[in-house]
């Protein structure tokens, strides 16, 4: 670099003075189990985690304090009866729970005190809670409880119960676990804004139960709670190739409720489902969360879940047995209406044909409001492209749906109306993927655009991450990403929200960076791993799709797909640095490993599906099933390490020593550098994946380079491919080529996709395929984690994980002037920015408080980091905002 001009010395002086002010050190972001004050939780030793705010550079936490006790003013006197850590020195921000035993439906109050790097002690945190749930079975009091056994009964059932309380309230919580979905009520109001409650689990083995504060619920005198079931996966009565309507689980909806009462007295009252309940059919007449929703307006029972209903026409309740011998917490976060979204436009057809397009496509429902006379029916048909002549196109996504009449048409809600002025209707238990809603009417109806809103559905977890490039087309491309990503969460991850709603574990494996870069995501994974462990078979083999009725067994599955339960629980551990997931599944992987070195004893396995749905050129199945089981047995091998497990550790890294030299005996021509033909995928993922030999790496990243140029610099890939591409390259020196793929706008690309109007990722690249073409597939979508990795160069260090020590590798990539990446880790927020200026790269680097970064030089040369000259391609920096120059 030459020497610092005098714009740029005032500059560094400002940056210095403005980075540098008044110590204020703070706690911040306190979680336990990685939500905000939860209740009904059910770990005996919860975890604690918090952050530290402090802006000077090199902040960090050098001892901590933590405090726990059921009275908060306690904690304000430095007192912690259940729990006093006493002071430690630790930089750690992450605790586990082990102070005096905690005790069911009791709600505890935690705080933590940090000392600074200079010593400095700040005790003046934020009181958090946490209150516990059942945490045991026996602590139910409550009946199962339904109105039939009748699966092929469609109407949803209502129940209801009357209460009196003659005391002054001081707290009320609702316990509520149920086979089915459910919407809860107390004196006519629904309770929380959750949707599609309980998350879907493998019924027959584990359910769900939610927690609701329901104090400011329940009144002094009559009181009534009502609760309305849904079908959900429980009782699948529409019929497709998955055969979810054969569910061993499979039965009508049934439901156990427990309403805890503490009165100011002390005393404790629980108000519990029985046999003294009433039940009765509701208005909504059908509902499949696979198709849709039929609604009865005529059938309405005003006021049917408030005390002074008249519920002497109602059945009796039967009792039913408990669904399994498994119900515990939903401890993540829950799926909700996120957004909504207005419709952008309206075409009228006739007076009983209108389209409405909300511009964009999603997940979720839509919601019309209008009058009409009694018994008019409307037909909401939801879809995400258009026919030539403007109708609504549902042959994209129909394909699997195997209908037995004509009764139950797909993503289609039917509504009558009750001819009783003004109505909304929104399903209560059903979601779908659409852009299109094409209402149709038998009688004229009279409809504008603001009839009907749609509402983005899906697991509302907190946002974690950002891009913002100077090219459009990438903007556009990380915004249609986590759409898709979105669109594909739903207490599991799914494929798509419209043809299947599976847990296609491929598609899952794929994403999971791009899911963990933008957003909080741990409460949903550690969720759908223990799916993955009331799945897996005692031989160590799971389904392709998780959950299943069974399904998945046979086909689908394997190291392409399956190794989900390695690559998950890995990449959970290198972003929050949290060891729970892989002790918790640490068996499950060496049982799934095993199987394959049982059954395939070379250490080359032809056990998968390959490289799904690819461009034009197909791979062998066995070089990237193998490539998925070398990186499940090093997966394995690493986490033994962690977890102190000696021998496995050796075990398992002779397992993937021996697979590695298989492979490449077979698969590598040493001399030219090529795997098998060379086609993109054939070397991207031995590249991506690490089982090239370190000697070999340049020459096959080289040839690499060649093909993708060979190729016009366009995709040649299928689902595992697009995994390693962009990877490989900007991994091993051929970033620009990476970008040049990306930033692509020409078939086959994902910039492609957008300049024909996309706004989610495809499942095919042709946007005219005749099968395989869902709309909103996620399954493309590493390149959302591309992004923070080859271009803003936001690693996680996996020797100090959860981004304690962060590695900021970013390229500069010929097309783009300007590129921020944005995460926010356990830590706090990473920001890593560069713009040119001129000859020049500008770098505005933040570090959170309390870790530690190494920075990448991206070329030759030396650099100026906060106006001090600094030689090396290594740069050591501390918490902090910081401003390099290249």
Known sequence: MNLITLRQSIFFACFVAATNGVAQTKVSNTQTEYLQNPIGIDNPNPRFNWQMHDNRQGAKQTAYRVLVDTDSLALTRTQGKVWNTAWVKSAQNQLIFSGQPLKPFTKYYWKVDIADQQGKKTTNGPISSFEMGMMEMKNWKGSWISDTENTKLKPAPYFRYAFNTNKKVKSARAYIAVGGLYEL???????????????????????????????????????????????????????????????????????????????????????????????????????????????????????????????????????????????????LHPIRNVEEIKAKSIRKFNDTTYLFDLGRNISGVSKITLDGATGTTLRLKHGERLYPNGHVDLSNIDAHYRPTDNTDPFQTDIITLSGQGSQSFMPHFNYKGFQYVEVTSNKPINLDVNSLVGYFMHSDVPVKGSIHASEPIINKIYYATNNSYLSNLFGYPTDCPQREKNGWTGDAQIAIETGLYGFDGITIYEKWLADHRDEQQPNGVLPSIIPTDGWGYEWGNGPDWTSTIAIIPWNVYLFYGDTKILKDNYENIKKYVNHIDEVYPTGLTTWGLGDWIPVKSKSPVELTSTCYYYADAVILAKTAKILGKTADFEKYTALSKKIKEAFNTKYLNKQTGIYATGIQTEMSVPLYWGIVPAESQALVAKNLAKRVEADGFHLDVGLLGTKAILNALSENGYSDVAYKIAAQKTYPSWGWWMENGATTLYENWPIDAKSDISMNHIMFGEIGAWLYKGIGGIKPDQNEPGFKRIILEPHIVNGLNFFEASHTGPYGQIIANWKRDGQKIQFDITIPPNSTATFHVPGKGSALVNGKVTDGQEIKLSSGKHLIIW
């Open 185 to 331: 009520s107390i004196n006519g109001k629904k309770i929380g804004n959750h949707r599609m409650d309980p998350m879907y689990t493998r019924f027959d083995r584990r359910n769900l139960y939610v927690t609701y504060d329901v104090t400011q619920n329940v009144i002094s005198g009559k009181n009534a709670i009502g609760v309305l079931l849904g079908n959900g996966w429980y009782n699948h009565q529409s019929t497709a190739v998955w055969y979810f309507d054969r569910a061993p689980w499979r039965n009508r909806p049934t439901f156990c409720l427990d309403l805890r009462i503490t009165y100011e007295d002390g005393s404790v009252e629980t108000i519990r489902s029985g046999k003294d309940w009433k039940t009765e059919l509701s208005p909504v007449i059908f509902n499949s969360i696979y198709t849709a929703e039929h609604y009865d307006a005529r059938l309405e029972k005003k006021g049917w879940d408030k005390a002074d209903f008249d519920d002497s026409q109602w059945k009796n309740v039967i009792y039913r047995s408990v669904p399994s011998k498994n119900i515990t917490a939903q401890a």
